[in-house]
């Protein structure tokens, strides 16, 4: 009988254990909490038993990679991981009667959700929303969601590409004030910092500096607390030096370089203009890149103007330089040719014209030097007087040829030339 009774016992028992175990599902919590899809209540209004009280809305933001940054445009595009908590009064159950489950996943649209928005936001989120939240036994619900920003920043492109920029993301509720809602970070700007660094991606050109988290509150209860994760990045600037700063600077080099080709053909003038339409190239594509809204020009534009100007400078000299050289030529050809009608002249002298003539001394000498019919040691001192004026005569006569060489050397290069020839 005994033994009997004991088998009874453990009979029941197993039974009750059967039914325990069979009874511990997620849905006995929904339908103990009576969250159901044809039950709107709990998804119509703010979660409190009493309207004065405000319900108090955690907020986590988490930078997971920055896409992309469009100056031009001034769009900010990020991938951040938000995290949005807070607490319904009408939800709580005892996990020890529902074998410790202490947490439900149900879908977002049974329950209520606070409204919250993103200012800077000028475009949709394109990455779909999460369809679940998570509901705790004391009332706690919390959203978590993956976002793709679109929104809109100042950008400060005047140390561009060596430049910090700072976008904000300002989260806030459209209907309810700050009565009804007190919104705040659940983490400081150190804490979030650390864990967007640990959960950064990529980057983009950029790099994370930080990010520092603020909460503004309303002056008016009217309006809603602004809770602003502002993201502090720096600009990777190695492509733009070696894409963009060094190749201007080079261009700037060889057109100092030309200065060494000759101006007696077009190549200086067509190489130096080359030179400079390069430039303009690179300044066209510098202008698809920066905003054309700044206020102010920033410090590479300034450096490209300077380099063009110098450049301009550089051929306007250049074709100075040759519009003078042409000059001298053209004055050259016209002395050439009055020099030449001078010396065809019969009265010209030798030491005012500069033009010598094949036969003259030796017509001079018989002029100057009367044959006499004397002795014959006469003769003989004659001609010895004869040689030593006839090799005079030749020497003054090689130095007048060179003299007259020397003068018409220094009339062919002209005074321009020989003025830019002192100084090269």
């Known amino acids: 009988m005994r033994h009997t009774i004991i088998s009874l016992n453990l009979c029941m028992f197993a039974v009750d254990g059967i039914s325990s175990e069979q009874g511990c599902s997620y849905q006995d919590v929904l339908n103990y909490l009576n969250l159901t899809r044809s039950n709107e209540l709990f ?184 809770v602003v994760f502002t993201i502090n990045m720096k600009r990777r600037p190695i492509m733009y030096i070696v894409s963009f700063l060094l190749p201007v600077l080079f261009f700037l080099c060889l057109d100092l370089a030309s200065f060494m080709i000759s101006d007696s053909g077009g190549e200086k003038l067509s190489f130096k203009v080359t030179v400079l339409l390069a430039v303009t190239v690179l300044q066209l594509i510098l202008e698809e890149i920066l905003p054309s809204s700044s206020n102010i020009v920033p410090l590479i534009a300034l450096y490209c103007i300077g380099i063009f100007a110098l450049m301009m400078l550089s051929l306007l000299e250049t074709i100075l330089v040759m519009y003078l050289t042409e000059k001298d030529s053209q004055d050259n050809e016209t002395d050439g040719d009055q020099s030449l009608k001078s010396c065809n002249k019969e009265d010209h002298k030798l030491t005012r014209g500069g033009c010598l003539h094949d036969g003259s001394a030796s017509e001079n000498l018989s002029e100057l030097l009367p044959i006499s019919k004397g002795s014959s040691s006469n003769q003989i001192e004659e001609s010895h007087t004869l040689e030593r004026l006839s090799d005079e005569l030749k020497k003054m006569e090689k130095t007048l040829t060179l003299l007259f060489k020397t003068k018409k050397e220094v009339r062919t290069q002209g005074y321009w030339t020989n003025w830019r020839s002192a100084f090269i």
């Open 43 to 226: 998804s119509m209004t703010r979660p409190v038993k009493n309207y004065k009280t405000p319900t108090h809305v955690s907020l986590e933001v988490l930078l997971y990679a920055i896409l992309d940054v469009v100056e031009k445009e001034q769009k900010f595009i990020p991938y951040v991981w938000t995290v949005v908590r807070w607490n319904n009064e009408y939800i709580s159950w005892d996990p020890n009667q529902f074998c410790g489950i202490d947490n439900v996943s149900i879908p977002t649209d049974i329950l209520w959700k606070p409204d919250l928005t993103i200012e800077e936001m000028t475009e949709k989120d394109k990455a779909p929303p999460s369809p679940y939240l998570t509901i705790s036994h004391e009332g706690d619900v919390e959203v978590q969601n993956d976002q793709v920003l679109v929104s809109t920043c100042m950008m400060h492109i005047y140390e561009f590409p060596f430049d910090i920029q700072s976008c904000s993301l300002s989260f806030k509720s459209v209907i309810h004030n700050a009565r009804e809602i007190k919104l705040y970070s659940s983490e400081n700007s150190s804490e979030a910092t650390e864990l967007s660094r640990d959960l950064m991606r990529t980057q983009y050109e950029w790099l994370f500096i930080n990010m520092t988290v603020s909460t503004n509150r309303a002056n008016n209860s009217a309006d809603p607390d602004v």
